[in-house]
């Protein structure tokens, strides 16, 4: 049995940002967004916390760190 890693979707900084947008703006639960943008919730819960970190100057998620 061979399992192929799928590459991972590419989103632009818009993107994100109007993802982000819909939860903390237009009233939608992460899990609604994250249904009707095809994506898991947890990638939203991160974008949501990557932009709330940048906005509030604190220093954003480094991997390895």
């Known amino acids: ?3 192929e890693k799928q ?5 632009t900084e ?3 940002r109007e993802s982000v947008v819909l939860v903390t703006e237009r ?3 992460v899990s609604e967004a994250a249904r009707s943008l095809d994506m898991g919730d947890n990638l ?3 974008w ?3 932009f709330k970190e940048e906005a509030s100057g604190s220093p954003a998620y480094q991997r390895g760190a």
Not at 7 to 11: D, I, M, Y
């Open 7 to 11: 590459p991972g979707r590419k989103h």
């Open 27 to 29: 009233g939608y639960k």
């Open 44 to 46: 939203l819960h991160r």
């Open 1 to 3: 049995m061979t399992t």
């Open 14 to 16: 818009d993107f994100k």
């Open 48 to 50: 949501k916390r990557e």
